[in-house]
Structure formats: C-alpha cells, structure tokens
C-alpha cells in the first residue's frame, strides 16, 4: 500500500494537540498513534504483576552493601569457593569464619590495619555446616584454628556453630515420587533457625551434598542455586558453598568450577583456592617439595588473576592439638592456615651487598672472560652471581638485572673470548659512575652491630 502523506499530517496535527480525525484508509484502520479508541487505563489486580515506576524509588537514601568479610562474602547473597581437592578449603573457610566471629582480620598480613580484601566489615555468628566430616573432625579443625591463632574460647563460645551432615543432612533440593527436583521442607527451618541464632554466615561444606540435583542440568542446578538464594536473602546472612573443581580446572577460573554454568551465573561471588604450580614455585624460589603448602586465592568472576608475586597468598600449617593419648601418643596434627608474604625481588638487598655483586661482574667469571645479560650464555650468565650471593630465584636475578640495565648500571659491549676460540661476543661491565654512587651509599650503610661503617 502507497504511504499516505495526509494521514501523516493528521497525526502531527494529533501530536500537537488537535482532536483525531476519522479514518481514511479502507479498512476502517487508524494508524496507532493518534487511534482514541484504545482501552481506557486500569488498575492492576492483586497478583498480576505491576510495572515499578522511578518516581516510587529512592535514590537519596541506598543503603550500600552489606559485606562481611573482604569482597568475599556479602550479606543476602551467595559465594561460592572452588579447589582441587586437598589444597585447604576447609582450612581456609575455618579462619575466615573465625574472623567474622571475632572481629579480627586473622588472615590479614598487617591484622591492625587489614586492607579491603581482609578486613570483618561485621562481626557475627558463624554456622559451619560440613556435610562430608564427623562432627569430631570438624572440633579438631576448630581447636587447631583456636590455637593457631590464639583465640579465647570465651569470646566465641556462644556464637559458633558447628554440625555435621553425618549426623543431620541438609538436603535443600530434593526429588518427589515421581523423580522430579524440589524445593525441600528444610528450607523454611533452616531459614528460621539462621533467624533465631542471628547467623552472619552460614559454611555450607561440599556443596556437592546439600542437594539432589544433576550438577550437569543447568535448570536443575538454577533451582538449587536459587533455593540458597532465598536462604541468604530471608536470613540476612552471607551463604557460603564450598565446591569442587572440574577436571582440569585452573585457578582463577569460574568454567574450572564442576558443574553447569547456572552456578557461576548465581553466585554473587566466585574465588578458586590453589596450590603453588611448580612455575610459581620457581618464581618465588619456593622448594619444590614445599611448594604444596603455598596456596593462593583468586577472584574467578574478575578472570585474568594477578601474577605470582602479587596474588593473595596463604601457608598451610600442621597444628598439634594437644590430644595424645596411651594410645596415640603423638595425637593429631590438624592443618590450619596463615597468611603469607612472597618475597620481594629487592628483599634483603642492601647496598654494600649490591657493590659486592656489581664488582664480582665487572671482575668476570674467570680470567680473561665476562659476563653477559642473556642466559644463552651459560656460565657468563650475570644472574649466576646475584643466585650465589643471595639465594634469589633465577626469575628473580633476571628482573634484578633488566633493572640495573634500564638504569644504566652496565655498559653492554663485545670481547674476545678465549672459550669461544677467540671470537667476539656480548658482554657487559659495570658502569664506573653507578659504582662509585653504590659504594657511596654502602659507606653510609649502617653495620651488622648497628653502627655506621
């Protein structure tokens, strides 16, 4: 049908104010825009659902978010903490609860001035719920944290709580006669008892075993994913779900979690737990066989993790509790956990340790030959001399020595060398006028004794 341009007069007429005119088109058909014959504007009735305009809404006065612990645990929501198995979860969330039961930022490096990732915005009751352990595992779990971190019984006594799913299950989905998924009774209780105790958070320790869901089905594990949504929201508290990883998983990644993506999509939260890779290891010159005690933590919804030495890292230590007996004369020995400081590139690097080093790289490996910036070259590397000198990774020789090259330490050059039959190669010598400054600084450098040289 041809565009009629009277009927577009008609309706800027309209628009401006002008009464609408009848119909022309054949069919008796107004265009929408200026129609008078729609139906006149009601009343939603109860239960139909009612658009919220702005003008109800007040944006003066929003309350910000409740968060308990860190960026890790907020109020009404749910968090969900993921690892391969034996790398610490329990150990970890143990501490981390023990924190918001106290007040105190136990896994914070600086506890009197914890940062933004460490900090108890709220103190509160605390409910582990460890669904997979005997309640008696999960007392020595709770001495080793209170002996670790000198905690007085006294103080948290009344405001821990501790079950097991051996002994009560928590099944919060579960499935009817005819095998489909549903909400199970235990919800409206377990939201009444976090009600009654006023808990702040709630540890719910696997996941894997709070439901009956197919962790694969993404509708089936939406549901579960919302039925502790409800909880958290009703019970005003933080929910924390202690999951696995998927085979392959890695750190720092929410597709490393087990299970379907409804899981990462409801968490209002994700961090990965895990243990020092042998690359990270080496970086931060860790012993191999240590290397496992050395956890790092990363937010998995933020993706791209920091880099080794900036990561938030933790140290798993084994805890004697005290309860030998004629038996068992050398008891148990729990795991707990502590924060840990990598160490840094220039840690225990004073000047006159710095002349010491420049001067053996400018003396050369060996008579008549010299040092280079480049590993290629093997026994000339100049990292050779900061790892004998102070024990620094390899990695961490190599930024020392990018450093001093971008700062004009060394001046690069050629030689002949009698090891390579006399051809010429790269090397480097110390720059006379950064030594005569590091030998300046290190006579100013105060002695082991404390007096000044």
């Not at 002008?18 to 009601?42: C, F, Q, W």
């Not at 961090?271 to 933590?297: F, H, P, Q």
């Not at 050779?384 to 930024?399: L, N, Y």
């Amino acid at each position: 049908m041809d565009f009629d341009f009277d009927q577009l007069a008609d309706i800027e007429r309209y628009v401006a104010g002008a009464p609408a005119p009848e119909p022309v088109d054949p069919d008796g058909i107004r265009p929408l825009a200026y129609r008078n014959d729609v139906s006149p504007r009601r009343e939603a009735s109860e239960g139909e659902i009612q658009a919220t305009p702005l003008a109800n809404l007040d944006l003066e006065s929003i309350p910000p978010r409740r968060w308990l612990y860190g960026r890790e645990l907020l109020r009404g929501f749910v968090s969900v903490l993921g690892s391969p198995g034996g790398v610490g979860k329990t150990a970890y969330t143990m501490v981390v609860g023990m924190s918001v039961a106290t007040g105190r930022s136990l896994l914070s490096p600086n506890p009197l001035t914890p940062g933004t990732f460490h900090r108890v915005h709220k103190t509160g009751a605390v409910w582990f719920y460890n669904l997979e352990d005997p309640e008696e595992e999960m007392r020595r779990r709770v001495k080793a944290a209170i002996m670790h971190h000198k905690i007085a019984y006294e103080t948290i006594k009344d405001t821990v709580y501790i079950d097991s799913g051996r002994d009560k299950p928590l099944i919060i989905a579960t499935r009817d006669e005819g095998g489909n998924l549903v909400a199970s009774p235990v919800v409206d209780d377990l939201v009444a008892e976090l009600q009654r105790r006023q808990i702040a958070l709630l540890v719910v320790d696997p996941f894997v075993q709070s439901h009956y869901a197919e962790e694969n089905r993404n509708d089936e594990m939406n549901m579960v994913m919302a039925l502790w949504g409800q909880v958290a929201h009703r019970a005003e508290c933080a929910v924390w779900l202690v999951h696995h990883f998927r085979k392959g998983g890695q750190a720092g990644d929410s597709e490393a979690f087990r299970g379907a993506g409804a899981i990462q999509g409801a968490a209002r939260v994700m961090s990965t737990l895990s243990a020092m890779s042998k690359d990270e290891a080496a970086k931060l010159n860790i012993a191999d066989d240590k290397r496992r005690s050395y956890v790092r933590l990363d937010n998995a919804k933020a993706n791209m993790g920091p880099s080794a030495t900036e990561a938030e890292w933790y140290q798993l230590v084994g805890i004697n509790i005290g309860n030998a007996t004629e038996e068992y004369p050398d008891g148990d020995s729990v795991q707990s956990v502590e924060p840990w400081d990598p160490p840094k590139v220039w840690d225990d690097f004073p000047p006159p340790l710095i002349v010491k080093i420049l001067e053996q790289i400018d003396r050369g490996p060996s008579p008549g030959e010299k040092y280079a910036l480049a590993k290629q070259a093997k026994d000339r590397w100049a990292g050779h001399v900061i790892v004998e000198f102070t024990g620094k990774s390899e990695d961490q020789a190599s930024k020392i020595l990018k450093t001093w090259k971008e700062n004009g330490v060394f001046i690069e050059g050629e030689y002949r060398s009698s090891a390579l039959q006399r051809r010429m190669t790269g090397c480097i010598t110390v720059s006379p006028d950064k030594m005569s400054e590091m030998r300046q600084l290190a006579a100013t450098y105060p002695s082991d004794d404390g007096d000044e040289e």
